[in-house]
């Protein structure tokens, strides 16, 4: 059974940091692209950054040049490190992980965690 457990969030004051953590387990995300996606109430769910199998690196507008995204093989986990927050950053975050094999899609989710930015 595969399982991603994201941890992290919670309410930081605009201009801090927080690490987002997505733990795995059931896949082994060295081989899975590694996706970290952000929903704000009443909005549509969007991409924030993404991470390949083989380490290449994107992100979104909006999260270029202060977010970074990064994955530790031996913990099995994805990271969001979110640095100069906004309260615009405020969000469910949830981390996706994807592969595409023989024709084959494997796409999961976590749960979502919640980050607020606000004084």
């Known amino acids: 059974q595969v399982q991603l457990v994201e941890s992290g969030g919670g309410l930081v004051q605009p201009g801090g940091s927080l690490r987002l953590s997505c733990a795995a387990s059931?896949?082994?995300?060295?081989?899975?692209?590694m996706d970290w996606y952000r929903q704000a109430p009443g909005k549509q769910r969007e991409l924030v950054a993404a991470?390949?199998?083989?380490?290449?690196?994107n992100y979104a507008d909006s999260a270029k040049g202060r977010f970074t995204i990064s994955r530790d093989n031996a913990k099995n986990t994805a990271y969001l490190q979110m640095n100069s927050l906004k309260p615009e950053d405020t969000a469910v975050y949830s981390c996706?992980?994807?592969?595409?094999?023989?024709?084959?899609?494997?796409?999961?989710w976590g749960q979502g965690t919640q980050v607020t930015v606000s004084s």
């Open positions: 996706n992980a994807h592969r595409r094999r023989f024709g084959v899609v494997r796409n999961y």
């Open positions: 991470i390949t199998s083989d380490g290449s690196t």
């Open positions: 059931g896949i082994i995300v060295s081989i899975y692209g």
